[in-house]
C-alpha cells in the first residue's frame, strides 16, 4: 500500500516539476493557429475590407466609472492590456526555467544562453549597419527575438525525426530571447519617464514581495495588486506590460508542503479512506469517505505551487487567444505597388538580414564557442548540423519583433515596411529551419538517439 502510494507521489511531483513535454506540444499547436491568423490578417489588410479592418483597431473603448475613465483604441488594449498577460506567462515560464528547468543547472543553462546571445547580438548589431545614419536606427532591437509558438510549430512538422532535447533546446533559447527582448523593451523602448508613477510602482512591487514571504498565496491577491501595478507601469513611460513580467517574479514557486510532508499526510487520508471502505457494506461513498476525498483534492491543489497554477490556468489562453489576436490586430500588411523597393529600405533590409542571417550565424557560433571553450556541453543525441537547423529557425522573429516594431516607429509607413521585412523574414527562415533540419534528421527514430 506504502509503496503504491510513494509511487503515486512521485509521479504526480513529476508532473509538477516537469511540464516541459506539455508546454512543447501546447507551443506546437499554438504555432498553427498563429500561422492561420496571421494569414487571415494578411487577407484582409489587401482585400476591399481593408478599410473596415483597419477601423476596427481604432475603435475607442472605455473601462472604469464616470469621472475616472481610461480610454484606449481597441488596438492599444490588446497591445498594452493583453499582451500583459502574455508577459506575465513569460516571466513565469523564465522563473520556472531558472528554478527547476534548463536554467536551473549553470552547466546545463550555459549552451541555451550562449546561443541566446548571439542571436541577439549578431542580428542587432547587422540590423545597426544598415540603419547607421538613416534616422532608423531605433529598429535595432525588431530582428533580436524567437517566436517560440511559431518555431516549435516547425518542429512539429517534422515529426518523431526530431529528438526531444533539440525542441528543449530551442525553447530554452527562446525563452532566454524572451527575457533579452523584455531589457531591451525596460531599458530602451519606454517613453517620458513618470518617476511619481515609477515610486507608486515600486510601492506596489514591494508589498507583492512581502505577500510572497509572508506566504499568501490567494491568486486573487496578486490578481488585484497585478492590476494596480499595470496601472502604475501604464502611466509611468514605461511600457506596461513590463508589470506582466515583475508581478510574474513575485509569485511563489514553492509548494505549501515538503515531498515528505505531502506524503504522509496523502498516505493518512488514503489509509482512513481504506478503513471506511472496509467497514461499509455498500459500493456508496459514505459521508466521510466524500469528506476524505475532498480533502485529497484540497491537499494534491495545495501541493502545486501558485506559480505552475497560474501557468497551466493561463497559458492555453494566452497561446490559443491573446497570441491569435495579438496576430490578428498586428500581422495585417498591406503590400502596395511597391513591394520590391520597400524591401530594398535600409529598415526592411536590416530586419531582413538580421533575421534570416543574423540569427543563424549568432545561434551556431556562439554555440560552437561555449562547446570549444568547455563551458557548456552538446547533448549527446544533437549534432551541430542540427543546432544550425533551430539556428535557422531562429529567425522567425513574429510576436516580439512584431510588438517591439510598433514600440520603435511611429510612421505608418515605416511601421508597415517593418512588418513586411518581418512576416517575409520568418516565412523565409521557417522554411529553411525546416529543410536543414529534415535534410540532416532523415531516417532518425522517435528518441533521436541516432541523430
Not at 473603448?61 to 506575465?88: P, Q, R, V
Not at 506559480?307 to 489562453?317: A, D, I, Q
Not at 535557422?392 to 521585412?421: C, P, Q, R, V, W
Request: charged content about 10%; some cysteine.
Amino acid at each position: 500500500m506504502n509503496k503504491q502510494i510513494s509511487r503515486f507521489i512521485r509521479k504526480f511531483f513529476r508532473q509538477v516539476v516537469q511540464p516541459i513535454q506539455d508546454f512543447i506540444q501546447l507551443e506546437s499547436s499554438a504555432g498553427f493557429i498563429l500561422m492561420g491568423c496571421t494569414v487571415i490578417a494578411f487577407v484582409l489588410a489587401n482585400s476591399p475590407l481593408h478599410n473596415l479592418y483597419q477601423g476596427l483597431w481604432q475603435t475607442e473603448i472605455s473601462i472604469g466609472i464616470e469621472g475616472a475613465l481610461l480610454t484606449k483604441t481597441l488596438f492599444h488594449w490588446i497591445n498594452d492590456g493583453l499582451m500583459c498577460i502574455f508577459f506575465f506567462v513569460v516571466g513565469l515560464e523564465i522563473k520556472r526555467e531558472i528554478l527547476i528547468g534548463e536554467l536551473a543547472s549553470i552547466k546545463r543553462a550555459i549552451l541555451p544562453v550562449a546561443a541566446a546571445l548571439g542571436g541577439m547580438i549578431i542580428p542587432a548589431f547587422i540590423y545597426f549597419l544598415f540603419t547607421k545614419g538613416t534616422g532608423t536606427e531605433a529598429g535595432w532591437g525588431i530582428p533580436m527575438a524567437t517566436d517560440i509558438a511559431f518555431s516549435l510549430g516547425v518542429l512539429a512538422l517534422l515529426g518523431s525525426r526530431i529528438p526531444h532535447q533539440l525542441k528543449v533546446l530551442l525553447t530554452a533559447f527562446a525563452i532566454i530571447d524572451d527575457l533579452g527582448a523584455v531589457l531591451v523593451i525596460a531599458l530602451f523602448y519606454g517613453s517620458q519617464i513618470q518617476w511619481l508613477f515609477i515610486a507608486a510602482a515600486a510601492v506596489v512591487l514591494f508589498i507583492l514581495f512581502c505577500a510572497n514571504r509572508a506566504g499568501i498565496r490567494r491568486p486573487s491577491v496578486y490578481v488585484i495588486l497585478g492590476m494596480l501595478l499595470w496601472f502604475m507601469m501604464l502611466e509611468s513611460g514605461i511600457h506596461a506590460t513590463i508589470a506582466g513580467v515583475l508581478l510574474a517574479l513575485t509569485v511563489p514557486a514553492r509548494p505549501q508542503f515538503a515531498s515528505k510532508d505531502f506524503v504522509e499526510k496523502l498516505s493518512a487520508l488514503l489509509q482512513r479512506f481504506m478503513k471506511e471502505d472496509e467497514s461499509s457494506q455498500r459500493n456508496i461513498l459514505t459521508q466521510d469517505q466524500q469528506s476524505i476525498v475532498q480533502t485529497i483534492g484540497h491537499t494534491c491543489q495545495e501541493a502545486e505551487t501558485p506559480l505552475l497554477r497560474f501557468e497551466h490556468t493561463l497559458h492555453p489562453w494566452v497561446t490559443f487567444a491573446i497570441m491569435p489576436i495579438f496576430a490578428l490586430a498586428n500581422a495585417g500588411v498591406m503590400l502596395g505597388d511597391n513591394f520590391g523597393s520597400t524591401l530594398m529600405t535600409p529598415a526592411a533590409l536590416g530586419i531582413l538580414c538580421g533575421l534570416v542571417i543574423g540569427k543563424q550565424i549568432g545561434i551556431t557560433l556562439f554555440a560552437w564557442i561555449s562547446v570549444k571553450l568547455k563551458l557548456a556541453e552538446l547533448p549527446s543525441s544533437i549534432t551541430w548540423k542540427q543546432i544550425y537547423g533551430i539556428g535557422l529557425l531562429g529567425g522567425i522573429g513574429f510576436t516580439m519583433s512584431l510588438f517591439i516594431a510598433n514600440l520603435a516607429f511611429h510612421d505608418e509607413n515605416l511601421l508597415n515596411i517593418s512588418k513586411t521585412a518581418i512576416l517575409l523574414a520568418s516565412f523565409i527562415s521557417g522554411c529553411l529551419g525546416m529543410l536543414a533540419l529534415r535534410v540532416v534528421s532523415s531516417g532518425n527514430h522517435i528518441d533521436g538517439h541516432n541523430a
